[in-house]
T-cell receptor, first 110, second 114 residues
Framework: SQQGEEDPQALSIQEGENATMNCSYKTSINNLQWYRQNSGRGLVHLIL?????REKHSGRLRVTLDTSKKSSSLLITASRAADTASYFC??????????FGKGTRLHILP | NAGVTQTPKFQVLKTGQSMTLQCAQD?????MYWYRQDPGMGLRLIYY???????DKGEVPNGYNVSRLNKREFSLRLESAAPSQTSVYFC?????????????FGAGSRLTVL
């Protein structure tokens, strides 16, 4: 079964609004990563947060990690049309496996 | 700098045929991975190779074999293709020597099994 589960499965917001996606996972992790996938393309890494970190920022991205709840959230502020994509969380375990969730499809409305 | 290169990009097979998906990376990465992506299922790990000479099963290894030919190349073989193996396959690699060791993906290989 997949390690990560994103919520919601799909999200539509107006351009300029903030988008929040959540990820829950099942076992202990070394780190948690977020990736973006544009339609028909490969995945691109966005941001990594280690298990001993609680929050991380990169440009318009903010990631939080709560290891006690085994959950993470990705916030995209001031959304743009170019942010329309699918977003996936992935967890890396001690045995070097990197397991992905099912993803959140984000659609930015003009 | 090509990154991760997958071939072929598209392939149509008949049930029972065999084929090999090729993956090569030129970034001197240690670890390599094969995933499949189906609608609504996200990416599922098929096999991975933590280093040259080692391979391990992922979440959905049945029906597949892999070979880590050298540090650069990691191939995925379907010995007897089934319609359930219709999917988009992604190869990825990762350098394990530093702290920010994230995956770099290829463009994907779309496989249809009739």
């Amino acid at each position: 079964s997949q390690q990560g589960e994103e919520d919601p499965q799909a999200l539509s917001i107006q351009e300029g609004e903030n988008a929040t996606m959540n990820c829950s996972y099942k076992t202990s992790i070394n780190n948690l990563q977020w990736y973006r996938q544009n339609s028909g393309r490969g995945l691109v890494h966005l941001i990594l947060i280690r298990s001993n970190e609680r929050e991380k920022h990169s440009g318009r991205l903010r990631v939080t990690l709560d290891t006690s709840k085994k959950s993470s959230s990705l916030l995209i502020t001031a959304s743009r049309a170019a942010d329309t994509a699918s977003y996936f969380c992935a967890t890396r375990n001690r045995d070097d496996k990197i397991i992905f969730g099912k993803g959140t499809r984000l659609h930015i409305l003009p | 700098n090509a990154g991760v290169t997958q071939t072929p990009k598209f392939q149509v097979l008949k049930t029972g045929q065999s084929m090999t998906l090729q993956c090569a990376q030129d970034m001197n990465h240690n670890s390599m991975y094969w995933y499949r992506q189906d609608p609504g299922m996200g990416l599922r790990l098929i096999y991975y190779s933590a280093s040259e000479g080692t391979t391990d099963k992922g979440e959905v290894p049945n029906g597949y074999n892999v070979s880590r030919l050298n540090k650069r190349e990691f191939s995925l073989r379907l010995e007897s293709a089934a319609p359930s193996q219709t999917s988009v396959y992604f190869c990825a690699s990762r350098w394990t020597g530093g702290a920010a060791n994230v995956l770099t993906f290829g463009a994907g290989s779309r496989l249809t099994v009739l």
